[in-house]
T-cell receptor, first 112, second 116 residues
Framework: DSGVTQTPKHLITATGQRVTLRCSPRSGDLSVYWYQQSLDQGLQFLIQYYNGEERAKGNILERFSAQQFPDLHSELNLSSLELGDSALYFC???????????FGPGTRLLVL | AQTVTQSQPEMSVQEAETVTLSCTYDTSESDYYLFWYKQPPSRQMILVIRQEAYKQQNATENRFSVNFQKAAKSFSLKISDSQLGDAAMYFCAYWGYGGSQGNLIFGKGTKLSVKP
């Protein structure tokens, strides 16, 4: 158990819908990272927050957004969902801005 | 841009034997970190081992060790005394201070099977 929690574990929704994925980092970690794992794209970095501020952006679609709250938990919002958004979404946390990342169990999203 | 290549999509090892998984990377940075993560069927991403580029000594964690060749940009993982629980996808990952901005760049993974 890495200490990073993610909810929900599974999510099934329809195209065009909007969902919110939640992540709680390990105690004391200030950084939260979001990754997407799909069969065709592999593991891809989406976005990083550090102590409430956006720090780095990767291949995140405009339909996706994230934020980190004062209690350091983070949410990833996915809107106007498409079939291709079906994937495993991981949250990872790290102590500082640049540090080893520990992954949560992931949220498996299925868009029908 | 940094890239990570794992040239072995699948590997197989007999229980109690030793196996080595390969990873090469490309970067122009001089200071960075390299990682091996394990993803068992549960899909959890588990940190196996970490190597700092500035350290010449190869990292070791129990049965897991790396062979880090900085000049060759090679970072292989050796698993000794393989156990059934080692069966998983193994991902090599790069992390640097520069262009990657602290996020991990992953290889496509190697699926390891362990035969009893």
């Amino acid at each position: 158990d890495s200490g990073v929690t993610q909810t929900p574990k599974h999510l099934i929704t329809a195209t065009g819908q909007r969902v919110t994925l939640r992540c709680s980092p390990r105690s004391g970690d200030l950084s939260v990272y979001w990754y997407q794992q799909s069969l065709d794209q592999g593991l891809q970095f989406l976005i990083q927050y550090y102590n409430g501020e956006e720090r780095a952006k990767g291949n995140i679609l405009e339909r996706f957004s994230a934020q980190q709250f004062p209690d350091l938990h983070s949410e990833l919002n996915l809107s106007s969902l498409e079939l291709g958004d079906s994937a495993l979404y991981f949250c990872a946390s790290g102590e500082g801005d640049l540090s080893t990342q520990y992954f949560g169990p992931g949220t498996r999203l299925l868009v029908l | 841009a940094q890239t990570v290549t794992q040239s072995q999509p699948e590997m197989s090892v007999q229980e109690a034997e030793t196996v080595t998984l390969s990873c090469t990377y490309d970067t122009s940075e001089s200071d960075y970190y390299l990682f091996w993560y394990k993803q068992p069927p549960s899909r959890q991403m588990i940190l196996v081992i970490r190597q700092e580029a500035y350290k010449q000594q190869n990292a070791t964690e129990n049965r897991f060790s790396v062979n880090f060749q900085k000049a060759a940009k090679s970072f292989s993982l050796k698993i000794s005394d393989s156990q059934l629980g080692d069966a998983a996808m193994y991902f090599c990952a790069y992390w640097g201070y520069g262009g990657s901005q602290g996020n991990l760049i992953f290889g496509k993974g190697t699926k390891l099977s362990v035969k009893p």
